[in-house]
């Protein structure tokens, strides 16, 4: 029995970082940028208005204020994605609407604001000039050409998660397309003949396949593609069937079959048709977990086995499934956040294994509490519904009690934790 780091590092060695595809960028929300990104052009483009109002050469604004106007003669107007006719010269103004070119001689633009035109047309008085009624300095309200992305710079490095902030900087530089990491392909093979397909009757002695959707979903959230392969019966002819249809993937997860029963045959498969690497970790729940390599085909599929009892299943996913698909998508921190909280129930440790203790996380005047979801069986998927984290308690300690201070680690942030 292996301890839950050495578990992770062993899984984690046998898998690498996939090849990059191109995609559209909206498609690419999430994913690991491939390539460098370079710009072939200047945002902006141009010095433009960061304001609507007149573009001015700030020396005629000086002295300006509310009690004495600087009269400027308006002798035209640009609006954004038109180009300025003339140039300010001494004495004269343009109007100008936010993200317009800056016209040629000017440096400064003064908002709408800090202008008469308002009074001006109350008053129906001439709009042939304007009363400028603040000083301002040379720049001010003027965005510089290139000020946010200069022409050949590197504006995204090859390994940048891609949010709708890059997303957008990829739009503003005129790419529809980019190279990422490409996702994961993982099959997912629930095993055990008291299984059945969630859309049939149910029998006596039978249960729905909850695990299959709880994986895949855990899979397409982290960002992989869930290829569901159904249902493997209790046989290694079953079992090699279905893995016969999910060969092309880039890893197997199977649910059930891997605890020491007459009837759990994951072992057995991977033993006939591969290596088995690890058969059991020393964590609660999820001792009994495989991982090993599948040989067909040519081609070596990682195959992780998870239990099959549901929390098991997802508490293991967690730890071992979850950071190999960030490994394989190109990612570089594979760990949960984690808090410190203050436990509001004992937990005991009677085997000497690690605990992850499903857990409801509040914060409370500036500090974080934990309490424990309920009865903590592995079969009670409810638990983990009621959970946003999981305490962790040491395979060397005997349990915690009610007012120590926990590790826990994050499932997700709603806001009972903000």
């Known amino acids: 029995m292996v301890s839950v780091e050495e578990a992770l590092q062993k899984i984690l060695s046998y898998v690498d970082v996939l090849e990059p595809e191109r995609k559209p960028i909206l498609d690419s ?3 690991v940028l491939g ?3 370079r710009s072939a052009i200047d945002i902006p483009p141009l010095d433009n ?8 050469r700030a020396e005629d604004t000086h002295d300006a204020n509310e009690a004495s106007a600087k009269i400027l003669s308006v002798i035209g107007e640009v609006a954004a994605g038109s180009m300025p006719r003339g140039e300010v010269k001494r004495g ?3 109007r100008i609407m936010t993200g317009a070119p800056v016209p040629q001689g000017a440096d400064a633009v003064v908002p709408f604001e800090d202008t008469d035109e308002v009074a001006r047309k109350a008053s129906h008085r001439d709009l042939s000039q304007i009363g400028i009624l603040c000083e301002v300095r040379k720049g001010m309200n003027v965005r510089r050409k290139g000020e946010d992305i200069a022409e050949g710079s590197l504006v995204l490095r090859k390994g940048t998660v891609l949010r709708p902030s890059e997303i957008g900087v990829l739009a503003s530089l005129g790419r529809p397309a980019v190279a990422v990491i490409r996702r994961p392909i993982i099959s997912i093979l629930a095993t055990g003949d008291e299984l059945t397909d969630i859309d049939q009757p149910l029998s006596a002695g039978k249960i729905y396949n909850s695990n299959t959707y709880t994986i895949a979903a855990e899979v397409m959230r982290y960002g992989g593609i869930a290829k569901i392969l159904g249902i493997g019966r209790d046989s290694i002819q ?3 069937e ?3 249809e999910g060969v092309d993937s880039d890893m197997f997860i199977t649910c059930g079959g891997v605890s020491k029963g007459d009837y759990d045959v994951v072992k057995d498969v991977l033993a006939k048709c591969g290596e088995i690497t690890l058969q059991t970790v020393c964590m609660k729940p999820g001792k009994p977990s495989a991982f090993g390599i599948i040989e067909k085909g040519g081609r070596k599929v990682p195959l992780l086995g998870l239990p099959g009892n549901p929390v098991s299943s997802m508490v293991t996913f967690e730890q071992f499934a979850r950071p190999a698909i960030l490994k394989m998508l190109g990612k570089s921190e594979f760990a949960k956040p ?3 909280a203050t436990m509001e129930d004992d937990i005991v440790n009677t085997d000497g294994r690690r605990i992850f203790s499903r857990v409801t996380v509040a914060k409370r005047n500036g500090k974080y509490y934990a309490r424990v979801t309920g009865p903590q069986g592995s079969g009670i998927l409810t638990s983990m519904v009621k959970a946003n984290g999981l305490a962790v308690i040491s395979e060397n300690a005997k349990g915690v009690k009610k007012g120590d201070i926990v ?4 499932l997700d942030w709603g806001e009972e934790v903000y």
């Open 35 to 37: 390539e460098d990104i």
């Open 92 to 94: 004269s103004t343009i």
């Open 407 to 410: 590790q826990v680690q994050m």
């Open 238 to 240: 079953s079992l090699m």
């Open 49 to 56: 208005s960061a304001m609507d109002g007149y573009a001015v």
């Open 242 to 244: 279905k893995i016969d």
């Open 29 to 31: 929300l999430g994913q």
């Open 338 to 340: 984690s808090i410190a």
